[in-house]
């Protein structure tokens, strides 16, 4: 049974900080690359950030180019984004999942979802 389970989403105000984590469980994922997805009421899931197996190589999505950085830490079996500078159109809940691959910025290309993380920003 594969779980992911995110934590440290909550209320701050514009120009905060926070640190999302995502722990997974069931088996371990340090092969396959990991992402950070968020949706806000009313639109689409857009991709936040991607990570490859190794951390070496990473993605992110135009709107947070520069505010937020994505991490993993394998011997954990763990995802975090970093989020800095935050702007109220960062409000989303926000997603982490495993790909089916060492790499990939497709959503159709991850398999695995955790179930979700509110963040607000206040302005």
């Known amino acids: 049974q594969v779980q992911l389970v995110e934590s440290g989403g909550g209320l701050v105000q514009v120009g905060g900080s926070l640190r999302l984590s995502c722990v997974a469980s069931g088996r371990t994922f340090s092969t396959n690359g990991m992402g950070w997805f968020r949706q806000a009421p009313g639109k689409e899931r857009d991709i936040v950030a991607a990570i490859g197996w190794s951390g070496g190589r990473t993605y992110y999505g135009d709107s947070v180019k520069g505010r937020f950085t994505i991490s993993r830490d394998n011997t954990k079996n763990t995802v975090y984004l970093q989020m800095n500078s935050l702007k109220p159109e960062d409000t989303a809940t926000y997603y982490c999942?495993?790909?089916?691959?060492?790499?990939?910025?497709?959503?159709?290309?991850?398999?695995?979802w955790g179930q979700g993380t509110q963040v607000t920003v206040s302005s």
């Open positions: 999942a495993v790909a089916n691959r060492a790499y990939t910025v497709y959503a159709e290309n991850y398999d695995y």
